[in-house]
């Protein structure tokens, strides 16, 4: 009776060992699939259009952070930056930029999706933007930041810089919470053909908050520019 009951425990122990290898064979990576609504893959653009970019993200668990940045793969700059947080399993998201190009220019959207695991995933698509305004408009990079999320309590340091070939007239920097101004800077410009902004700021929130930052420029020919980028900042 005893050998039976032993016989009886290892087909058990068998048993769940088979199951459990099953179950591993199903287990599958959270790799998210990005569907690109709008451009279509190598949509021809001029300067002049508004460049609407709809991308629908989908994840077995939840996305998290998320970011969609746009690269002039001609000229080797960054174009567009825009940075998303979702605590849900899809995220659609609507974005438009007017694309500023100094020659025909090839570009790219890059999505860059990162989960709660730290696991980060890209996709791109194509498009192109031909050359069609010859003024040629102030350059603005954005230094810092460049992370997609934040803490409460951390500083914030803000770097940028504008260049010209033409003189500049004036320029501004503001950051926005939940589309309330908490910092507004506009320096004086006048005469200058470069300028950094160099600044920072603690984070101080009551709950989650998204934050936008806009860098704007204008020579004084009254040729403007304008880049944003944002955040999400967790409480």
Same mark, same amino acid.
């Given at each position: 009776?005893?050998?039976?009951?032993?016989?009886?425990?290892?087909?058990?122990?068998?048993?769940?060992? #088979?199951?459990?290898?099953?179950?591993d064979v199903?287990?599958?990576?959270?790799?998210?699939?990005?569907t690109?609504?709008?451009?279509?893959?190598?949509?021809?653009?001029?300067?002049?259009?508004?460049?609407?970019?709809?991308?629908?993200?989908?994840?077995?668990?939840?996305?998290?952070?998320?970011?969609?940045?746009?690269?002039?793969?001609?000229e080797?700059?960054?174009?567009?930056?825009?940075?998303?947080?979702?605590?849900?399993?899809?995220?659609?998201t609507?974005?438009?930029?007017?694309?500023?190009?100094? =020659?025909?220019?090839? =570009?790219?959207?890059?999505v860059?999706?990162?989960?709660?695991?730290g696991?980060?995933?890209?996709?791109?698509?194509?498009?192109?933007?031909?050359?069609?305004?010859?003024?040629?408009?102030?350059?603005?990079?954005?230094?810092?930041?460049?992370?997609?999320?934040?803490?409460?309590?951390?500083?914030?340091?803000?770097?940028?810089?504008?260049?010209h070939?033409d003189?500049?007239?004036?320029?501004?920097?503001i950051?926005?919470?939940?589309?309330?101004?908490?910092?507004?800077?506009?320096?004086?410009? #006048?005469?200058?053909?470069?300028?950094?902004?160099?600044?920072?700021?603690?984070?101080?929130? =009551?709950?989650?908050?998204?934050f936008?930052?806009?860098?704007?420029?204008?020579?004084?020919?009254?040729i403007?520019?304008?880049?944003?980028?944002?955040?999400?900042?967790?409480?």
């Amino acid at each position: 009776m005893k050998k039976n009951y032993i016989k009886i425990e290892a087909a058990l122990v068998l048993f769940l060992l #088979i199951i459990a290898c099953n179950k591993d064979v199903h287990i599958t990576s959270d790799i998210p699939t990005v569907t690109f609504v709008t451009p279509s893959v190598n949509k021809v653009y001029v300067e002049s259009d508004i460049v609407i970019i709809k991308i629908k993200i989908e994840a077995i668990n939840e996305i998290h952070d998320y970011s969609v940045q746009v690269m002039n793969l001609t000229e080797g700059t960054e174009s567009y930056m825009y940075y998303g947080h979702s605590d849900k399993n899809v995220a659609l998201t609507e974005v438009n930029f007017i694309p500023n190009v100094n =020659m025909d220019a090839e =570009m790219q959207i890059v999505v860059t999706t990162l989960n709660h695991n730290g696991e980060k995933y890209v996709t791109t698509q194509n498009f192109k933007v031909l050359n069609t305004i010859k003024n040629t408009k102030p350059t603005i990079e954005i230094l810092s930041p460049t992370d997609m999320s934040f803490n409460n309590g951390d500083i914030l340091n803000i770097k940028a810089s504008i260049s010209h070939v033409d003189f500049l007239e004036k320029a501004f920097l503001i950051l926005l919470q939940n589309n309330d101004t908490i910092l507004n800077l506009k320096p004086n410009v #006048i005469g200058l053909k470069n300028y950094t902004f160099d600044t920072s700021y603690t984070i101080n929130i =009551m709950a989650d908050a998204n934050f936008n930052l806009m860098l704007g420029v204008t020579d004084n020919n009254e040729i403007s520019n304008l880049k944003t980028t944002n955040f999400h900042v967790h409480r």
